[in-house]
């Protein structure tokens, strides 16, 4: 079975500031992995993805992700954040030998405090 | 393109009501389909996803039920309400790993709103 596991429920940062929101992941076979983001009353939006290839993946609204196999982490980070990054991330994981099933993890809400 | 509809975005219901909402995803075939619930706290929890119609797979033991009568629409049901159901509910879709060999995101409907009382 995998699980994902988001260690930090809320993360206030100054504007300007660089952030970090971890993610840790379990599964016994090779993995995808995502990062989504939630503004309020609201589905999800991608913000990047690792499918393979380069362990370092950018995405949407200046964030990235690095995919280390070794700690089963996917951390995501942007170097200077905005008002506009406040809101509700969550990363998720889905196997990618034939499970069909997406698995997110608790979520992190992001404050920019300004 | 592909997009996906969900309704209604808000709901009130009383205890002990049946409850249905739905889902159609446009622009895409034999997508696979995801029922979430997001409780106050509590993150995303999968409660059911389908790989094809009529083929259901649940997540969490619960008074809830979904089908999938056709291809691209994802129903969830329930005969009696309880005060623990409400919550924002998610439908998403995804394309198959087998359609092309690689998984893709999901993408998601902008959720409905259900508050039991």
């Known amino acids: 079975a995998q699980s994902v596991t988001q260690l930090d429920s809320q993360v206030p940062v100054f504007e300007e500031a660089p952030v970090e929101l971890r993610c840790n992941y379990s599964?016994?076979?090779?993995?995808?992995l995502f990062w989504y983001v939630q503004y309020p009353n609201q589905g999800l939006q991608l913000l990047l993805k690792?499918?393979?290839?380069?362990?370092l993946v950018k995405g949407i609204n200046g964030f990235e992700a690095e995919f280390n196999k070794s700690q089963t982490s996917f951390h995501l980070r942007k170097p200077s954040v905005h008002i506009s990054d406040t809101a509700e991330y969550f990363c998720?994981?889905?196997?990618?030998?034939?499970?069909?099933?997406?698995?997110f993890g608790t979520g992190t809400r992001l404050t920019i405090i300004p | 393109s592909q997009t996906i509809h969900q309704w209604p975005a808000t709901l009130v219901q009383p205890v002990g009501s049946p409850l249905s909402l739905e889902c159609t995803v446009e622009?895409?075939?034999?997508?696979?389909l995801y029922w979430y619930r997001q409780a106050a706290g509590r993150g995303l929890q999968l409660l059911f996803y389908?790989?094809?119609?009529?083929?259901i797979s649940s997540e969490v033991p619960q008074n809830l039920s979904a089908s999938r009568p056709q291809d691209r629409q994802f129903i969830l049901s329930s005969k009696k309400l309880l005060l623990s159901d409400s919550g924002f509910y998610l439908c998403?879709?995804?394309?198959?790993?087998?359609?092309?060999?690689?998984?893709?995101?999901?993408?998601f409907g902008q959720g409905t709103r259900l508050t039991v009382v």
């Open positions: 690792y499918l393979s290839g380069s362990t």
């Open positions: 622009g895409t075939s034999n997508p696979n």
């Open positions: 998720a994981v889905c196997d990618n030998f034939g499970n069909e099933k997406l698995t």
């Open positions: 998403a879709w995804s394309l198959r790993q087998g359609a092309k060999g690689r998984k893709t995101e999901a993408f």
């Open positions: 599964s016994s076979v090779s993995v995808y």
């Open positions: 389908s790989v094809g119609i009529g083929q």
